[in-house]
């Protein structure tokens, strides 16, 4: 047998594994979401048949199981999640006056479209500083991490 012969067939052994696992995990879904739409209170329980924990059915056949909560609202909710019609407004608590003040962006600094966590962080906090003196540190400290000070 060549090499390729045989790299040919662990490729097609390796195929039918993934091809076996793939079932298993749609199994599972398919079973976890069963159970789901039986539980209709957006409450699922975890044992079932009390059969076992693991993939290959062991575990301790106890059938103890303790719900696990998969979505829920909260106390009064009217949920929906719907915007307002038209020029209609949102009521309720949220205003913007807890918003800091934004100051401009200097000449020289990008968008920053492409900045990572910490330089976003050092551009939000520089753009929302109001003394003049930090403000520019920040943004020296923000030149000097993406480099563009070089």
Same mark, same amino acid.
């Given at each position: 047998?060549?090499?390729?012969?045989?790299?040919?067939?662990?490729?097609?052994?390796?195929?039918?594994?993934?091809?076996?696992?793939?079932?298993?995990?749609?199994?599972?879904?398919?079973?976890?979401?069963?159970?789901?739409?039986?539980?209709?209170?957006?409450?699922?329980?975890? %044992?079932?048949? $009390? /059969? &076992?924990?693991?993939?290959? #059915?062991?575990?301790?056949?106890? !059938?103890?199981? =303790?719900?696990?909560?998969?979505?829920?609202?909260?106390? %009064?909710?009217? $949920? /929906? &999640?719907?915007?307002?019609? #038209?020029?209609?407004?949102?009521? !309720?608590?949220? =205003?913007?006056?807890?918003?800091?003040?934004?100051?401009?962006?200097?000449?020289?600094?990008?968008?920053?479209?492409?900045?990572?966590?910490?330089?976003?962080?050092?551009?939000?906090?520089?753009?929302?500083?109001?003394?003049?003196?930090?403000?520019?540190?920040?943004?020296?400290?923000?030149?000097?991490?993406?480099?563009?000070?070089?």
């Amino acid at each position: 047998m060549t090499a390729s012969e045989r790299r040919a067939a662990l490729d097609a052994r390796l195929n039918e594994g993934f091809a076996e696992f793939d079932g298993m995990i749609l199994g599972e879904r398919e079973r976890a979401q069963s159970e789901a739409d039986e539980a209709g209170s957006g409450v699922m329980s975890g %044992g079932g048949s $009390g /059969g &076992g924990g693991g993939a290959d #059915g062991s575990g301790d056949g106890s !059938g103890s199981s =303790s719900p696990m909560i998969i979505a829920s609202a909260p106390e %009064g909710s009217t $949920g /929906g &999640g719907i915007m307002p019609a #038209g020029n209609a407004s949102r009521q !309720g608590d949220f =205003s913007n006056n807890n918003q800091p003040e934004t100051f401009p962006v200097p000449e020289d600094i990008p968008n920053g479209n492409n900045d990572d966590v910490v330089a976003r962080q050092l551009r939000e906090a520089a753009m929302a500083e109001p003394d003049p003196e930090l403000r520019e540190k920040l943004w020296d400290e923000y030149r000097a991490y993406t480099g563009l000070g070089q």
